[in-house]
């Protein structure tokens, strides 16, 4: 994992540029704050590292950070600690920048982290956009970054439709 006191991160990039500011974002993290509404530090980790879809170095080098802050408290984390390395997967498979070669290593030992972070957390209490990204964190750790988009979508109204589809077949 990038040391947060690295001089790398200045040459990673993020929606804005340099992702130099986004090392003091991840130590915030270690306090497990809400991602609801635009609370700092989610807000503008959001909008510099998985802006409109585009992901970026810099989103491969949080990443890790992000996880590691997950597994701190698993139960008490909300959604976003599960759907930000999610997403930021889903959108490198679709059109993201190659991931650095010092950086490929623990971004997919993180991604391989979250099945036993998803499960740790299980006796939380979980909305139904809880649930959707912790299935999109288990279906990125084992490769399937289409069903873990599809997860993200998904509603219970949604699912519902789908099944009686399904029936009709």
């Known amino acids: 994992m990038l040391d947060l006191e690295s001089p790398r991160w200045s040459q990673l990039s993020h ?7 986004i090392p003091a974002m991840l130590r915030a993290l270690t306090t497990l704050p809400t991602s609801e509404g635009r609370n700092e530090p989610w807000f503008s980790l959001w909008s510099a590292l998985a802006h409109q879809g585009d992901v970026f170095e810099g989103s491969y080098a949080a990443v890790p950070h992000v996880v590691a802050a997950l597994a701190i408290a698993p139960d008490r984390a909300d959604a976003s600690y599960f759907h930000f390395p999610a997403w930021v997967e889903i959108c490198r498979e679709r059109n993201g920048p190659s991931i650095p070669k010092d950086l490929e290593a623990p971004y997919f030992e993180a ?20 649930l959707g990204c912790c299935m999109a964190a288990l279906a990125v750790a ?7 988009e599809a997860a993200l979508e998904l509603t219970p ?13």
């Open 111 to 130: 991604l391989r982290r979250l099945p036993a972070l998803v499960a740790a957390a299980v006796h939380a209490s979980w909305s139904p956009e809880h």
């Open 142 to 148: 084992k490769g399937q970054p289409a069903m873990a």
């Open 15 to 21: 929606a804005y540029g340099s992702a130099a500011d």
């Open 157 to 169: 109204a949604l699912a519902e439709r789908y099944l009686a589809w399904v029936s009709e077949q």
